[in-house]
C-alpha cells in the first residue's frame, strides 16, 4: 500500500501556520482542528518546519515566556518527508524509528497533505482485515 492510498480516504487538506505567528495562536489552532501539528509554510505555501506539541512542550520547558515566541521561533526546521508514492510500511519504519508522529507528504515540491502514525497504524489494519477476510472467505469455499 502507498501513502496516497492513506490521502485519498483522509483527504489532503493541511492545516498550516506561517513562522511570523504568534505560539499562543498556533496552540490555538491545534486545540481548534483537534490535532498534533502544524506545518509551517513561507509565503509561497513551501514548507519551511513543522510544530509539534512535542515542540510546544520542549520549548515551555526552556522557558517561561513561551507565549512571547513566534512559531519560527520554536518549530522543528529539519522536517522528514515522504512522497505519495512512498511504501506505507517503509513510512511506519521511518516515523517509528526517528519517534516522529507527523510526516508532511510532498509532491512534485508541493505539499500534497500529511500523515500521522494513527493514519500509517489505521491504514495496515484495515489492509491486514481485507486479507484475512479474504483468507476465511477461501477456507469457507474451500
Sequence with gaps: MK????????????ITARPEQSLRDAIAMLVRHNIGALVVVDEAGQLIGILSERDIIHE??????VFSRTVGEVMTRAVI???????????????????????????????AG????????????????GEIDTLQTQIIKG
Design 3 to 14: 501513502i496516497s492510498t492513506i490521502l485519498a480516504t483522509k483527504g489532503m487538506n493541511v
Design 60 to 65: 515551555a520547558a526552556r522557558s517561561e515566556q
Design 114 to 129: 500529511i500523515v500521522s502514525i494513527g493514519d500509517v497504524v489505521k491504514a495496515q489494519l484495515d489492509e491486514y482485515e
Design 81 to 111: 518527508t515522504a512522497l505519495p508514492s512512498d511504501d506505507v510500511k517503509s513510512v511506519e519504519q521511518t516515523m517509528t524509528n526517528r519517534r516522529i508522529r507527523h510526516l508532511p507528504i510532498i509532491d512534485h515540491d508541493k505539499l
